[in-house]
């Protein structure tokens, strides 16, 4: 948090859960549209990379591996960056970045050039604007923030399923080199929704109360000290176990139909089924969150979202006909889409508006780590054992059990190893903040003994005619 930014949740200013805060949803939704399709669409021109290059597969998948890996793993980076300069400065950055990226990857002569371009560069730019874009929508909604979450989260749907047969339609017409310039011209969209992020304004005071204000705040530029919140240490865990199992399904599940004899379009019909599902289940949740009744237990919510994914996969498991398949995919679109509504609302529930800019880059962080660290290992053995097995039926059961875990360990964790405690801030700067809109709003019952007390002295003192105070219809009852 370094020095002081302008829109780092001033203290005193309200959440509007609205006015405003739409066009701020807007730019969300399209930025979390873009960082969680764009490496999936990426992939519609690995066949032309391919024949380019005369590569492999393996090796064109990395540009997706490398899109996500800087999308996760820069967390900290984009924390420091927000903490320091604000949201907005860092998402104009971060739109240039991403366009950039792919502008210049389609001059590229070697795989390894875009590596660097539409891998390093253009997942950087990405990262730069969606953690801003989930802090913003964090500082401008409160009452409102589960639905909003949850309409945000939709965007990550509704792009896929249009920017990949975009994708296919630049690739057709004008190869892999103008597609991928139409799409960094795309990209530069992320700059409009960076302008959209308007910071939001402090109360006026006057200037000796402010100055002292200012210098008493100091802040820093990557809080650990959200590791002493037990919240959000088991919140940590719970999502670096989940990230190994949550993706997995939707890899396999068009194989898992070409295994038992489909055709291939019918085949990638399943995952179309599991999109569509997934955008109206992602708002509907969003609005189930923000119930009066639900929302101070939204951790079991996603607990509840967690152990049905793991239990869809484990059920998805048992399907032997594309009917069974089609099931699953309606009952994963809904589950999947309650994890995606409700991860971010929950840790914005845990650690607070003031130290949410940090504990998002830390949980990225750890995330990033669990998929690079612990899928090298649990690829090979999912490999090996389908390989030896030639059933998906095992990787559907490896992946259910990992997320059920995920969410035994949030559930169980939160409920025995959290104490109980009553509503109060998260912090100190929170505290004050709150102090500060009560006496704006309401007077203490101290304020209002010191008030009779001036109006009691302001009759004593005055003046006297014939024998009668003098009266005004401010003084009378």
């Given at each position: 948090m370094?020095a002081?930014?302008?829109d780092?949740?001033?203290?005193?200013?309200?959440?509007?859960?609205?006015?405003?805060?739409?066009?701020?949803?807007?730019g969300?939704?399209?930025?979390?549209?873009?960082?969680?399709?764009?490496?999936?669409?990426?992939?519609?021109?690995?066949?032309?990379?391919i024949?380019?290059?005369?590569?492999?597969?393996?090796?064109?998948?990395?540009?997706?591996?490398?899109?996500?890996?800087?999308l996760?793993?820069?967390?900290?980076?984009?924390?420091?960056?927000?903490?320091?300069?604000?949201?907005?400065?860092?998402?104009?950055?971060g739109?240039?970045?991403?366009?950039?990226?792919?502008?210049?990857?389609?001059?590229?002569?070697s795989?390894?050039?875009?590596?660097?371009?539409?891998?390093?560069?253009?997942?950087?730019?990405?990262a730069?604007?969606?953690?801003p874009?989930?802090?913003?929508?964090?500082?401008?909604?409160?009452?409102?923030?589960?639905l909003?979450?949850?309409?945000?989260?939709a965007?990550?749907?509704?792009?896929?399923c249009?920017?990949?047969?975009?994708?296919?339609?630049?690739?057709?017409?004008?190869?892999?080199?103008?597609?991928?310039?139409?799409?960094?011209?795309?990209?530069?969209?992320?700059?409009?929704c960076?302008a959209?992020?308007?910071?939001?304004?402090?109360?006026?005071?006057?200037?000796a109360?402010?100055?002292?204000?200012?210098?008493?705040?100091?802040?820093?530029?990557?809080?650990?000290?959200?590791?002493?919140?037990?919240?959000?240490?088991?919140?940590?865990?719970?999502a670096?176990?989940?990230?190994?199992?949550?993706f997995?399904?939707?890899?396999?599940?068009?194989?898992y139909?070409?295994?038992?004899?489909?055709?291939?379009?019918?085949?990638?019909?399943?995952?179309?089924?599991?999109?569509?599902?997934?955008?109206?289940?992602?708002?509907?949740?969003g609005?189930?969150?923000?119930?009066?009744?639900?929302?101070?237990?939204?951790?079991?919510?996603f607990?509840?979202?967690?152990?049905?994914?793991?239990?869809?996969?484990?059920?998805?498991?048992?399907?032997?006909?594309?009917?069974?398949?089609?099931?699953?995919?309606?009952?994963?679109g809904?589950?999947y889409?309650?994890v995606?509504?409700?991860?971010?609302?929950?840790?914005?529930?845990?650690?607070?508006?003031q130290?949410?800019?940090?504990?998002?880059?830390?949980?990225?962080?750890?995330?990033?780590?669990?998929?690079?660290?612990?899928?090298?290992?649990?690829?090979?053995k999912?490999?090996?054992?389908?390989?030896?097995?030639?059933?998906?039926?095992?990787?559907?059961?490896?992946?259910?059990?990992e997320?059920?875990?995920?969410?035994?360990?949030?559930?169980?964790?939160?409920?025995?190893?959290?104490?109980?405690k009553?509503?109060?801030?998260?912090?100190?700067?929170e505290?004050?903040?709150?102090?500060?809109?009560n006496?704006?709003?309401?007077?203490?019952?101290?304020?209002?003994?010191?008030?009779?007390?001036?109006?009691?002295q302001?009759?004593k003192?005055?003046?006297?005619?014939?024998?009668?105070?003098?009266?005004?219809?401010?003084?009378?009852?």
């Open positions: 370094g002081v930014v302008a780092d949740g001033p203290s005193g200013v309200k959440a509007p859960d609205g006015g405003w805060g739409w066009a701020v949803l807007f969300c939704f399209i930025i979390t549209g873009f960082s969680y399709a764009f490496p999936k669409a990426v992939s519609v021109f690995f066949k032309e990379l024949r380019e290059f005369g590569i492999g597969y393996s090796d064109t998948a990395w540009i997706s591996s490398i899109l996500l890996a800087m996760y793993g820069t967390g900290p980076l984009c924390s420091v960056c927000v903490n320091r300069f604000g949201c907005r400065p860092v998402m104009l950055v739109g240039l970045f991403a366009s950039m990226g792919m502008v210049i990857a389609s001059f590229c002569t795989i390894i050039q875009i590596y660097l371009t539409a891998g390093v560069i253009t997942g950087l730019g990405l730069l604007n969606f953690q874009s989930l802090i913003m929508l964090n500082r401008y909604f409160d009452k409102r923030r589960p909003a979450n949850g309409l945000s989260a965007g990550s749907p509704v792009f896929l249009a920017l990949s047969p975009l994708g296919q339609i630049l690739q057709h017409e004008y190869g892999w080199r103008g597609g991928f310039l139409i799409l960094g011209g795309m990209l530069l969209n992320c700059c409009v960076g959209l992020m308007r910071p939001l304004e402090p109360p006026k005071k006057s200037e109360i402010k100055e002292p204000a200012e210098k008493k705040v100091k802040k820093k530029l990557l809080d650990f000290s959200v590791f002493k919140d037990g919240g959000f240490v088991i919140y940590a865990l719970a670096s176990i989940m990230v190994l199992g949550l997995v399904p939707p890899v396999f599940v068009v194989n139909a070409k295994d038992l004899g489909y055709q291939d379009t019918k085949a990638a019909f399943l995952l179309t089924i599991l999109g569509f599902i997934d955008i109206f289940a992602r708002p509907i949740c609005m189930v969150a923000g119930l009066k009744w639900v929302r101070p237990r939204c951790i079991y919510l607990s509840f979202a967690m152990i049905f994914n793991g239990f869809t996969d484990l059920m998805g498991s048992m399907s032997v006909d594309y009917g069974g398949l089609v099931v699953f995919c309606i009952f994963f809904i589950s889409g309650m995606g509504a409700l991860q971010f609302e929950v840790l914005m529930a845990i650690v607070g508006t130290k949410f800019s940090s504990a998002i880059g830390l949980v990225l962080l750890a995330e990033a780590m669990a998929v690079l660290i612990g899928p090298p290992s649990a690829g090979k999912r490999r090996k054992l389908l390989d030896a097995t030639r059933r998906y039926m095992f990787v559907f059961i490896i992946a259910g059990i997320v059920t875990t995920s969410a035994l360990v949030l559930a169980l964790g939160n409920f025995f190893c959290i104490k109980k009553s509503e109060e801030p998260h912090t100190k700067e505290a004050a903040e709150r102090e500060e809109l006496k704006s709003e309401n007077k203490s019952p101290e304020d209002a003994k010191v008030d009779s007390i001036e109006v009691e302001f009759l003192d005055e003046p006297e005619k014939n024998g009668e105070v003098v009266t005004n219809p401010e003084t009378c009852v």
